[in-house]
Structures are given as structure tokens and as C-alpha cells.
């Protein structure tokens, strides 16, 4: 019979301490939601006080004034389609760095890595000047091949060390079996790879959800605005609309709060094996 460890006074302070720290990050999101429903003299006058009366015309206002059904289509399909090409690019790219070790993948791999320290306030203005030469400026295309190149460097950091925990041997035993390189690739390793890549997935997705810097800079069409660029419409040099500008906010963190919640586990299940492999 093993003994049970008991349920000591330091352990209890450790929880205690992490239940507040908890609800201290929880503090924004009561302050957004709780004034998202107020009019806007009583945020002006007391924003930390819940709502005397729940005015859920904010949110019909807000949805209206950001034409919030196209702008989620666009972050919809930004995200996806960039999302989706990063960490198939990525694994991809990993995997055949790993498995071909030469000189020139290890150089390739050190450029992503060194990459990954480069502020991008330093390539902001060469990167606009690619992007008019490649003439993709002002388009969609434009800013999801932006975000490939600048999602990169981590999903293949990332990716490779986990690719290193594959047991070389299940691939060439498949080899022996008749199937090609890219076969191997797709139905042996990236199934194995699974853990890492929804891993890769939510944080590219939180990031590119998220991201008003290279929509701003790439996106001059207002049907092209995605939801960070419909909402700072309400931010004015001398006015500000809190009570249509909060809602907004929440609407857009609303689908990816949801899509963080459904697949968490997956990151601390990627973040665990990538510690322990490789």
C-alpha cells in the first residue's frame, strides 16, 4: 500500500495563491463584458460597477455599424487558409530537415531560428516594399503569404524537434512495404505528428485571429477589414465609442475564446511530449 501524501498548509497557500491569480487575469474580461452592456454615461461614470440595466442593443448596434458577418469571413478565412498552409508548410519543412542531415538543412534550420529573434518593427518597411513589387499589396493573398513567412520560423523550431521522436524505423519499414517519401510523410509521421500540430494550429490561429498590425498595413479595401480593423473604427483621435466599440470586442474574442477552450489540452499535450522527446 502506498501512503498518500497529505494535504499540507504550503500546498493549500500554492492553490489559494494560483485561485486568485486566476481571477485576477479573469478581471478584463468581467470589465469588457460588464460594460459592453451599459449605456455610455454610466461607463464614463463608474466602469467597474456590474450593470443597473442590461442594454443588449449595444451588440445590434455594434453588429450593424462593423458589418460584423463580413468582417468574420474575412478573419474566417484569413485564418484558416493561413493556418493551414503554415503548419503543413512547416511539418513538411521540419520533417525533411531531420530526416536529410546536411549542411545546408542545418544552416536552413539555424536561419529559422535566427529569424525568430529579428524584431518586426525592423522589416516592416522592406516588407511592404516586397509586397508592392510582388504586387500582392491590398489583397488577401498579400497577407496570407505574409503571415507564412512570418509564422514560419516557430512552427518549424516547433516541428523539428518533435519530428526527431519518430522512430526512423516505422518509415523504413513502410519504405520497405513499397510506399514513397511523401506517403511515408502524410500517412505514418504527420498522424504521429498530431499532439505538436494542434499545437501549432491554436497558436497561429490565436495570433492571426487576433492581429491588427498586418491587416493594417496590407488591407486598404473596407471589404477586406477583418474584425481587429472593424472594431478600431470606433477609436477616433477625438472621440471614442466604448458603448458600440466593447461589444464589438466581444464578438470578436467570442470565436476564438470557443476554439481555445475545445482544444487546450492539445497544447499542454504538445508542450509535455515536446519535453520529454526529441
Not at 455594434?62 to 474566417?76: D, G, K, M, V
Not at 523539428?160 to 523504413?172: D, Y
Not at 519504405?175 to 498522424?191: A, H, M, S, W
Not at 491588427?212 to 480593423?229: A, C, E, F, H, V
Given at each position: 500500500?502506498?501512503?498518500?501524501?497529505?494535504?499540507?498548509?504550503?500546498?493549500?497557500?500554492?492553490?489559494?495563491?494560483?485561485?486568485?491569480?486566476?481571477?485576477?487575469?479573469?478581471?478584463?474580461?468581467?470589465?469588457?463584458?460588464?460594460?459592453?452592456?451599459?449605456?455610455?454615461?454610466?461607463?464614463?461614470?463608474?466602469?467597474?460597477?456590474?450593470?443597473?440595466?442590461?442594454?443588449?442593443?449595444?451588440?445590434?448596434?455594434?453588429?450593424?455599424?462593423?458589418?460584423?458577418?463580413?468582417?468574420?469571413?474575412?478573419?474566417?478565412?484569413?485564418?484558416?487558409?493561413?493556418?493551414?498552409?503554415?503548419?503543413?508548410?512547416?511539418?513538411?519543412?521540419?520533417?525533411?530537415?531531420?530526416?536529410?542531415?546536411?549542411?545546408?538543412?542545418?544552416?536552413?534550420?539555424?536561419?529559422?531560428?535566427?529569424?525568430?529573434?529579428?524584431?518586426?518593427?525592423?522589416?516592416?518597411?522592406?516588407?511592404?516594399?516586397?509586397?508592392?513589387?510582388?504586387?500582392?499589396?491590398?489583397?488577401?493573398?498579400?497577407?496570407?503569404?505574409?503571415?507564412?513567412?512570418?509564422?514560419?520560423?516557430?512552427?518549424?523550431?516547433?516541428?523539428?524537434?518533435?519530428?526527431?521522436?519518430?522512430?526512423?524505423?516505422?518509415?523504413?519499414?513502410?519504405?520497405?512495404?513499397?510506399?514513397?517519401?511523401?506517403?511515408?510523410?502524410?500517412?505514418?509521421?504527420?498522424?504521429?505528428?498530431?499532439p505538436m500540430l494542434m499545437t501549432v494550429i491554436i497558436l497561429n490561429c490565436l495570433w492571426v485571429w487576433n492581429d491588427y498590425l498586418l491587416p493594417s498595413l496590407i488591407l486598404q479595401k473596407p471589404?477586406?477589414?477583418?474584425?481587429?480593423?472593424?472594431?478600431?473604427?470606433?477609436?477616433?483621435?477625438?472621440?471614442?465609442?466604448?458603448?458600440?466599440?466593447?461589444?464589438?470586442?466581444?464578438?470578436?474574442?467570442?470565436?476564438?475564446?470557443?476554439?481555445?477552450?475545445?482544444?487546450?489540452?492539445?497544447?499542454?499535450?504538445?508542450?509535455?511530449?515536446?519535453?520529454?522527446?526529441?
Amino acid at each position: 500500500m502506498g501512503t498518500q501524501k497529505k494535504y499540507s498548509g504550503r500546498l493549500f497557500i500554492t492553490e489559494a495563491v494560483m485561485v486568485l491569480v486566476g481571477l485576477l487575469f479573469l478581471v478584463p474580461f468581467y470589465f469588457l463584458f460588464a460594460n459592453s452592456v451599459k449605456p455610455f454615461g454610466d461607463i464614463m461614470t463608474n466602469s467597474a460597477s456590474w450593470p443597473a440595466v442590461f442594454q443588449w442593443e449595444n451588440y445590434t448596434k455594434a453588429w450593424e455599424l462593423t458589418r460584423f458577418p463580413e468582417a468574420f469571413a474575412n478573419s474566417f478565412g484569413i485564418t484558416v487558409v493561413s493556418v493551414t498552409l503554415m503548419a503543413l508548410f512547416a511539418a513538411m519543412g521540419a520533417y525533411q530537415m531531420v530526416r536529410s542531415d546536411t549542411t545546408f538543412n542545418k544552416a536552413l534550420f539555424f536561419l529559422f531560428v535566427a529569424a525568430m529573434v529579428i524584431p518586426f518593427q525592423s522589416i516592416m518597411i522592406p516588407l511592404l516594399k516586397v509586397i508592392n513589387v510582388l504586387g500582392v499589396n491590398n489583397s488577401r493573398s498579400g497577407l496570407i503569404l505574409t503571415y507564412l513567412g512570418l509564422g514560419a520560423p516557430m512552427s518549424i523550431f516547433l516541428f523539428h524537434g518533435f519530428v526527431k521522436s519518430i522512430p526512423l524505423e516505422i518509415e523504413e519499414a513502410a519504405t520497405v512495404d513499397g510506399c514513397t517519401k511523401i506517403t511515408v510523410f502524410f500517412r505514418i509521421v504527420l498522424p504521429m505528428l498530431k499532439p505538436m500540430l494542434m499545437t501549432v494550429i491554436i497558436l497561429n490561429c490565436l495570433w492571426v485571429w487576433n492581429d491588427y498590425l498586418l491587416p493594417s498595413l496590407i488591407l486598404q479595401k473596407p471589404d477586406m477589414r477583418t474584425i481587429p480593423l472593424a472594431t478600431y473604427a470606433f477609436f477616433g483621435q477625438y472621440t471614442k465609442q466604448w458603448d458600440i466599440a466593447l461589444p464589438a470586442l466581444v464578438l470578436g474574442i467570442t470565436p476564438v475564446i470557443i476554439f481555445f477552450l475545445l482544444l487546450q489540452r492539445y497544447i499542454v499535450e504538445g508542450i509535455a511530449a515536446g519535453s520529454v522527446k526529441g
